[in-house]
């Protein structure tokens, strides 16, 4: 690798000194700096979480607030609703005429499938 001469002085002098190992005091030091860094950040992220928390309670309760007249009047019209029977839309809720259970978005239906007088299964197949 090619050095150039005119730049060779700088990379001497920043070298500087060989270190000297750290004495046992400058060892407690650093620990004793380390901790109290330590302890302060975690005072200052305590106390960041502690406003963040505020402002959402804050928000939410705000928005709680704002929505109560929507919320009402929902509660209205499902208690008129109800009241009314079946006066629903085909695809709202469960119709009474519809009998099952309805799993995650499936609906399991449990249907009496007759028997065939030939002697056929409910799925075509002959018995054997």
Same mark, same amino acid.
């Given at each position: ?45 305590? #106390? ?35 009241? #009314? ?44």
């Amino acid at each position: 690798m090619y050095r150039d001469p005119r730049f060779s002085g700088i990379f001497q002098t920043l070298r500087g000194p060989a270190a000297t190992p750290p004495t046992l005091l400058q060892k407690i030091v650093g620990a004793v700096v380390m901790a109290g860094v330590f302890v302060l950040a975690l005072t200052f992220s305590v #106390a960041f979480f502690a406003v963040l928390l505020t402002a959402g309670a804050a928000i939410w309760a705000w928005v709680w607030w704002k929505t109560r007249a929507l919320r009402k009047a929902m509660r209205e019209q499902m208690t008129a609703q109800a009241a #009314a029977g079946g006066a629903r839309d085909p695809g709202f809720g469960a119709s009474p005429r519809v009998r099952g259970l309805i799993i995650e978005g499936e609906v399991i239906r449990e249907v009496k499938v007759e028997e065939d007088p030939r002697g056929n299964g409910p799925d075509g197949r002959t018995r054997s």
